[in-house]
């Protein structure tokens, strides 16, 4: 026969407790008795853990690497981008020069160390170091 339950009493797997025992259809389950502080405690320290999660979630999705602009996208098209700017086409690109890349533009918003960073004329993407667009200027020294 079940009883009312009591939402004061917390069944509890391990660990340490005070308090009695609940017995349903003949299995007894430890409880322990919580008052409203520890509710509040309990709650507190949730919420802080779902926040610290949630903190560390948003950290590691901006540390994750953008995905990289592929030649066949359409503004990559429209551009002329090449991921190996020494496959550019000439005929078409008169301007690009063998020295020219995106790690030496004014556009290429990474360090011209870094294998690959972000471009503003490809938003949420990044474009490799030794690409080439037709937008290439050169960068300031
Ligand atoms: S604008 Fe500059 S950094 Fe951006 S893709 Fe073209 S060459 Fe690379």
Redesign the pocket.
């Known amino acids: 026969m079940c009883s009312s339950v009591d939402y004061h009493q917390v069944p509890i797997a391990t660990g340490r407790y005070s308090g009695s025992s609940i017995t349903h259809n003949n299995t007894t389950t430890s409880t322990i008795a919580m008052t409203s502080t520890s509710r509040r405690t309990f709650v507190i320290h949730a919420l802080t853990a779902s926040g610290a999660l949630a903190a560390s979630s948003l950290a590691l999705s901006q540390t994750a690497a953008a995905p990289m ?1 592929k030649d066949t996208d359409a503004n ?1 098209v429209a ?1 002329g ?1 090449k991921a190996d ?1 020494s496959k550019t086409d000439t005929k078409k690109y008169p301007k690009y020069a063998a020295s ?4 030496n ?5 990474g360090k011209a160390t870094d294998a690959a ?1 972000a ?4 938003a949420g993407k990044q ?2 170091a030794k ?7 050169k960068k300031a020294a």
Request: net charge neutral; aromatic share 18%; charged share 0%.
């Open positions: 602009v990559a551009l981008y700017g020219q890349n995106c790690a533009c004014a556009l290429y918003q960073a471009c503003p004329l490809f474009v490799a690409a080439w667009c037709s937008a290439w200027a």
